[in-house]
Nanobody, 123 residues
Framework: QVQLGESGGGLVQAGGSLRLSCATS????????VGWFRQAPGKERGFVSA????????YYADSVKGRFTISRDNAKNQVYLQMNSLNSEDTAVYYC????????????????WGQGTPVTVSS
């Protein structure tokens, strides 16, 4: 098993920035990829970004490409999501998730989840 915990969410004005952190622990050696997802009120959970644990290849949803950056601190076993140029459509609860195998960006393909951290962008 692997445990994940998000932090760094909060209230930010439109145009501002936030950096989310995802702390991983447990059997991190089994992780193949870590993803960030978000769920806005009344909407389904959707893919934001992902990072291949070994090698660091990254993926982004079109809606965040060029504004968000996913990265990893190997020494701390943490994954970050730097979010810039935030707008009201970015308001959501953000989750990090881990998968032990390759696959697509469907949340159902990630078996291990954190508790989420809320991000609110005020206009």
């Amino acid at each position: 098993q692997v445990q994940l915990g998000e932090s760094g969410g909060g209230l930010v004005q439109a145009g501002g920035s936030l950096r989310l952190s995802c702390a991983t622990s447990g059997r991190t050696s089994n992780i193949y990829r870590v993803g960030w997802f978000r769920q806005a009120p009344g909407k389904e959970r959707g893919f934001v970004s992902a990072l291949i644990w070994s090698g660091g290849r990254t993926y982004y949803a079109d809606s965040v490409k060029g504004r968000f950056t996913i990265s990893r601190d190997n020494a701390k076993n943490q994954v970050y999501l730097q979010m810039n140029s935030l707008n009201s459509e970015d308001t959501a609860v953000y989750y990090c998730a881990a998968s032990f195998r390759p696959g697509g960006h469907d949340p159902l393909q990630f078996a291990h989840w954190g508790q989420g951290t809320p991000v609110t962008v005020s206009s």
